[in-house]
């Protein structure tokens, strides 16, 4: 499980959008597929080494991913 907040603003205000969120993941396993949540939505991801590279959908104020591994 990932999860991403995007808080900018004071209590009240809308938070401004966010875009082309890049990951870098250090996992011990070889990743199957990447997911938005709740909606599971695929999300392209590359993997080299051990590491397993994501960009996130827009952030509105909150945003969460899972990644399956083995």
Do not use: C, W
Request: glycine share 4%; proline share 10%.
């Amino acid at each position: 499980m990932i999860n991403i907040v995007n808080f900018q603003s004071e209590i009240g205000l809308p938070n401004i959008p966010v875009d082309n969120v890049s990951l870098r993941l250090r996992i011990e396993g070889k990743p199957l597929k990447a997911i938005s949540l709740p909606d599971e939505k695929p999300i392209p991801f590359n993997y080299r080494g051990e590491y397993v590279h994501v960009k996130a959908p827009t952030i509105q104020t909150f945003r969460m991913l899972a990644l399956d591994y083995e």
